[in-house]
């Protein structure tokens, strides 16, 4: 994982990356992803992610995601049903800002990507607006990206022409998680 931190605080400590073996999987749908989601965005231009409603993909990748955070975080109760949605972008289409999942419910946020470019389209944590100190990764396929739904995030623009798929998933429960190995709370 290629990590680059432009300051001394440690925030790479509420970033989680695991292994997550479904990118040859997931891969099967991209083309019907990438259809409905330039649809959805010709009808809504201000739309940035869109629902996976694709239930044959939500019935596999939805319960493997909540394994992984059953397993890496002590939660409370579910609020609701998780959620999935993907953003997609390439070269020349892209949207850029920072923002955080507050305003939408969850505790757990979580990204996974399909065909991650090879030159630019990181995801950028900001953690000091003021001073623009940030954390930047460079995605990679099969590995989720755990962070607390509070912490601002933007993806970064790609040089690659081809479309990089980005899904965002979302827990919510009715406590801060706990990240069981670090003891960090969300």
Same mark, same amino acid.
């Given at each position: 994982m ?8 440690d925030?790479?400590q ?6 997550f ?10 083309d019907k992803?990438?259809?409905?989601? !330039? ?6 231009? &201000? ?5 996976? #409603? =694709?239930?044959?993909?939500? @019935?596999?990748?939805?319960p ?24 997609i972008?390439n ?15 969850? !505790? ?6 399909i &065909? ?5 389209? #990181? =995801?950028?944590f900001?953690? @000091? ?7 930047k ?26 479309y ?23």
């Amino acid at each position: 994982m290629s990590i680059t931190q432009s300051t001394s605080m440690d925030v790479s400590q509420y970033i989680i990356a695991i292994e997550f073996p479904y990118h040859d999987y997931v891969s099967k749908y991209k083309d019907k992803l990438i259809s409905n989601y !330039t649809t959805l965005k010709q009808q809504h231009p &201000d739309l940035t992610d869109i629902p996976v #409603e =694709i239930n044959e993909l939500n @019935d596999t990748i939805l319960p493997a995601i909540d394994k992984l955070v059953n397993h890496q975080f002590w939660v409370g109760d579910p609020i609701s049903n998780s959620s999935m949605y993907v953003y997609i972008q390439n070269n020349e289409i892209f949207e850029s800002r920072y923002h955080n999942h507050v305003h939408i419910g969850g !505790t757990i946020n979580a990204v996974f990507y399909i &065909d991650p470019p090879q030159e630019g389209g #990181e =995801i950028e944590f900001i953690y @000091d607006i003021q001073n623009n100190n940030s954390l930047k990764i460079q995605p990679q396929p099969n590995v989720i990206y755990f962070f607390p739904n509070w912490l601002y995030h933007r993806p970064l623009p790609q040089k690659d022409k081809h479309y990089r798929l980005c899904f965002n998933y979302r827990h919510n429960s009715n406590v801060r998680p706990i990240h069981k190995l670090s003891g960090i709370q969300y």
